[in-house]
């Protein structure tokens, strides 16, 4: 063989090894990363503003994440367009597990609502934990709607020529899925009022702005306690533990009603597995905690866990029920 062949077949072999060896170190990464991560902070987004439920839980959640992590959480808000905002901006962030998401049962209904998403919920966000489930409660403001029940509530709607106004989280939320099928089961006429969040939702409530809502429990649990606002009713399939006294819809006429909202944590696809299971697995811890149950059960909330494999199929089934009441009840974002 010649020099210069042999020169070449060395050449070859050494590049070949090189590329070998470059493809290991890809293949290695994750675990690597894993291993040595989080070297410096996380930020949770919500994607609606301060004061609602997914913002509480997302701040009871950051304080013991950090102390878990050894690293900072900061919440950051960003509301708008029923929660799709904040899910966009986690969507296309870097897949490294720094930028998480606070999601919430909304993003399965958005999906169906809103034709034109720039992400799709499912493909470009990695589901790690669900945290808590919280019932959403039929809520007026006694001083503006004179109603005890679910029937008063709906014949008062009825003879209101203009419909009764409630409010929402935005379109595409449950509480705009709730109140659209209310209304198609009762025949009471309702005006959609969509808010950014639950606080500014809360306040115009109590205001008399709007005659009702169908908001989650852990925003109008303390005005409810304190007389300013009525439950009427729950719209999950059980009552809550923390209104033990308030019938479900179902128990109120409309048999089978059965919606609530849970909220989770996401990070953006392609995230490390590695990431995605420690994640997961101190949350868990964190949800399984006395402290953390003592908190859920003073916002009305229950604790949900689950594997980001048994979370993605809860996510699969719903988005695909959420999708046909979707269809029945026409709702479109306006």
Known sequence: MSIAALLSRRAFAAAFAALWGGC?????????????WPDHALT???????????????????????????????????????????????????????????????????????????????????????????????TINPAYTPAHNVAELVALAKKNANGLAYGSNGFGTAQHLIGTQFQTLTGARLLHVPYKGSGPLTTDLLGGQVAMSFDTMTTVLPQIKAGKLRALAVTTAQRSKALPDVPTLAESGLPGFDIGTWFGVFAAAGTPQPIVDKLSADIGKITASADFRQKLDAAGAEPMTATPAEFAARIDSETKKFAKLVKENNLKVE
């Open 44 to 138: 949770l987004v919500v994607p609606f503003p301060t004061g609602g439920t997914t913002d509480v839980l997302a701040r009871a959640l950051g304080e013991q994440l950090a102390r878990s992590l050894g690293q900072p959480v900061i919440v950051e808000n960003r509301p708008g367009a029923g929660a799709t905002i904040g899910a966009d901006y986690v969507a296309k962030s870097r897949p490294d597990g720094y930028v998480l998401l606070m999601g919430a049962v909304h993003h399965t209904i958005a999906s169906s609502v809103y034709p034109s998403l720039n992400y799709n919920f499912q493909k470009d966000l990695a589901p790690i934990a669900p945290i808590a489930m919280v019932p959403n409660v039929l």
């Open 24 to 36: 290991a170190a890809l293949a290695g990464l994750p675990a690597a990363a894993a291993d040595n």
